[in-house]
């Protein structure tokens, strides 16, 4: 069956300019959550939804990040005015279930880069 | 802050050997898994074990959990070119409904 989605692959912007990441879970899950990864680092959890909730908007780095989910399935994560430190891979994971318990399906991500 | 982290952070081996990586973390767990990543794309999942399991295996894989500790490792044995990869782990908080994960091992299997 079809994966975690995420498009664009890559995306080139300039400083100051808003993007936006889109994320396509897999059919039924109810758990979706956004990680950022820089070159060579581990993940840093950004966000988490349960259906179209966001219970946990813990990691956000900034006031500029911001995140939705609709109809319990695509998920957007905006960057307003981006910068520099922005510049990552934004993963996108989904899961039948919002607890620990349960394996977290990825997608291929999307390189960000800000110039 | 960071709760789970990997050591060593890079480990170059021969094809055919074994490779051990090993997590520490800080707080209580209801579980650990470990995730593998490929040319920094997306993780894929390799092996789940509960705080009340001490040891599981997948195929070439084991996986060690020692509560007292913090601990857990990953042992791939009879490694192959195509392990060359990213290992992450990635725990809970007791409650928590959401993974942290470490920065990594990266294995390189040399042939």
């Known amino acids: 069956g079809a994966g975690v989605s995420q498009s664009p692959s890559n995306k080139v912007t300039e400083k100051g300019k808003d993007v936006e990441l889109r994320c396509d879970p897999i059919s039924g899950h109810t758990a979706l959550y956004w990680y950022r990864q820089s070159l060579g680092q581990g993940l840093e959890f950004l966000i988490y939804f349960q259906g179209n909730s966001a219970p946990d908007k813990s990691g956000l780095p900034s006031d500029r990040f911001s995140a939705e989910r609709t109809g319990g399935s695509v998920s957007t994560l905006t960057i307003q005015r981006t910068q520099q430190e922005d510049s990552a891979v934004y993963l996108c994971a989904s899961s039948s279930q919002t607890s620990s318990f349960y394996e977290q399906y990825f997608g291929p991500g999307t390189r960000l880069t800000v110039t | 802050s960071q709760q789970g982290e990997e050591d060593p952070q890079a480990l170059s081996i021969q094809e055919g050997e074994n490779a051990t990586m090993n997590c520490s973390y800080k707080?209580?767990?209801?579980?650990l898994q470990w995730y593998r990543q490929n040319s920094g794309r997306g993780l894929v999942h390799l092996i789940l074990i509960r705080s009340n399991e001490r040891e599981k295996h997948s195929g070439r894989l084991r996986v060690t959990l020692d509560t007292s500790k913090k601990s857990s490792s990953l042992l791939i044995t009879a490694s192959r070119a195509a392990d060359t990869a990213s290992y992450f782990c990635?725990?809970?908080?007791?409650?928590?409904?959401?993974?942290?994960f470490g920065q990594g091992t990266r294995l390189t299997i040399n042939p």
């Open positions: 990635a725990t809970d908080a007791q409650g928590a409904q959401k993974l942290v």
């Open positions: 707080t209580s767990i209801n579980n």
